[in-house]
């Protein structure tokens, strides 16, 4: 089992960048895929970016490609989102979500846990 705590959302200006960190407890956390996702208002849960186990691969959607990347710290069991070039559109609350299958999983439904969320709001 893990534990999923997200921080570091907040309220920035178009253009601007932001980074999300998510901190797992429970000493597995090295050998679970890692993903972000996020949800606006009204919308569908949609994935952003995932990275394998090691850190060595990584995916991402082609809306945030370029602009935002993951990475992960096993030793400190956490894993981040650097957002650049922040977008009204990026506008959602963030999740981080764990599976222990595979990080090219862009479905929620094949994420096992969770975290709460952070809220990012990106200014025009």
């Known amino acids: 089992q893990v534990q999923l705590v997200e921080s570091g959302g907040g309220l920035v200006q178009a253009g601007g960048s932001l980074r999300l960190s998510c901190g797992a407890s429970?000493?597995?956390?090295?050998?679970?895929?890692m993903g972000w996702f996020r949800q606006a208002p009204g919308k569908e849960r949609e994935f952003v970016a995932g990275i394998s186990w090691n850190g060595g691969s990584t995916r991402y959607a082609d809306s945030v490609k370029g602009r935002f990347t993951i990475s992960r710290d096993n030793a400190k069991n956490t894993v981040y989102l650097q957002m650049n070039s922040l977008k009204p559109e990026d506008t959602a609350v963030y999740y981080c979500?764990?599976?222990?299958?595979?990080?090219?999983?862009?479905?929620?439904?094949?994420?096992?846990?969770w975290g709460q969320g952070t809220q990012v709001t990106v200014s025009s």
């Open positions: 979500a764990a599976n222990s299958v595979t990080y090219y999983y862009t479905k929620p439904e094949l994420y096992s846990h």
């Open positions: 429970g000493r597995t956390f090295s050998s679970y895929e």
